[in-house]
């Protein structure tokens, strides 16, 4: 499940309320593990390192939890929380890029806590993390002193934060790179073996060709620059939606429709944006 709705605009962004976020995602609410941890796990409540992180600017704008098979797990589960600074008058407008701070973490052992960097893409709240060689997360274990962690958790997110900046200057960057209708392809092609790596072997005779990750959903997305290209692919690959036919000789027709699912897991919603990222980075690299 997932929230990154009104709250997450910019004409009118507000923080999440408690009782929104309980709604979508109990686990950020959890003060104790889950009766499947050792007694040397030390459960780091959420709710409590963001109420710090709330005070010193940071505010919840969207959240997803995890899903889980195991009775009474669900309340424990992993979780990805979307914070942004609210304390500003900046107005924002179409096409503008900001950052955030996800945090990432659960208390039944599948994950540490875990502090990213991110960019949000107001043109469509679509939304990215990034991962490159200077900036990276900042992870917590779930062991040691309460105060200690929650300490360590905010003087990490500042760190990454820091670093962070950096990202800001990629969509300038990246605009002012044209790619030719080959590079399009190319970098197409790529980004069709990070969505689908399982059927990386048969991309020739995938449903999804590569070059449907590169149809525009609005119209201000027709351009042939590398940002608006990222920004275009990575929606497509996320979102879903992406209609293909596979050879069914047995049918009727001979054929099946499959349209692609938007990609729900947090896992994978966090793997292939920084992937994707990456991706978009040494994509620069050869252009320019």
């Known amino acids: 499940m997932s929230i990154y709705a009104a709250s997450a605009r910019f004409d009118t962004a507000r923080p999440l309320t408690d009782e929104e976020m309980y709604r979508v995602a109990p686990s950020i609410f959890a003060e104790s ?20 992180l709330q005070r010193e600017g940071f505010h919840p704008v ?81 062991s ?61 005779t995938h449903p999804i060709r590569p070059e449907s990750l590169l149809m525009t959903r609005r119209y201000d997305d027709e351009a042939n620059d590398l940002w608006t290209t990222f920004n275009v692919v990575q929606e497509n690959a996320i979102k879903g939606g992406l209609h293909g036919r596979t050879i069914e000789p047995t049918t009727r027709r001979g054929f099946r429709r499959v349209t692609t699912r938007e990609i729900k897991g947090i896992d994978q919603d966090v793997k292939l944006n920084k992937a994707l990222w990456v991706l978009t980075e040494r994509m620069a690299e050869l252009a320019s």
């Open 33 to 52: 593990a889950h009766e499947s941890r050792s007694a040397k796990f030390a459960p780091i409540p959420t709710i409590m390192v963001l109420k710090a």
């Open 62 to 142: 969207a959240v997803k939890q995890g899903k889980s098979r195991v009775p009474g797990k669900a309340d424990f589960t992993k979780h990805l929380i979307r914070l942004r600074r609210l304390d500003n008058e900046q107005a924002y407008k179409v096409g503008d890029n900001v950052l955030e701070m996800l945090l990432q973490n659960a208390n039944d052992g599948t994950s540490q806590y875990d502090i990213m960097a991110g960019l949000f893409r107001v043109r469509c709240l679509n939304s990215l993390v990034a991962k490159t060689a200077d900036i990276d997360s900042h992870k917590v274990r779930h």
């Open 144 to 204: 040691g002193n309460l105060t200690n962690v929650a300490r360590d958790v905010i003087e990490g997110t500042y760190t990454v934060l820091e670093s962070a900046k950096a990202l800001l200057a990629a969509p300038e960057a990246w605009g002012q790179i044209t790619l030719n209708r080959e590079q399009r392809l190319a970098y197409a092609e790529a980004a069709h073996t990070l969505r689908f790596p399982t059927e990386r072997e048969n991309a020739e």
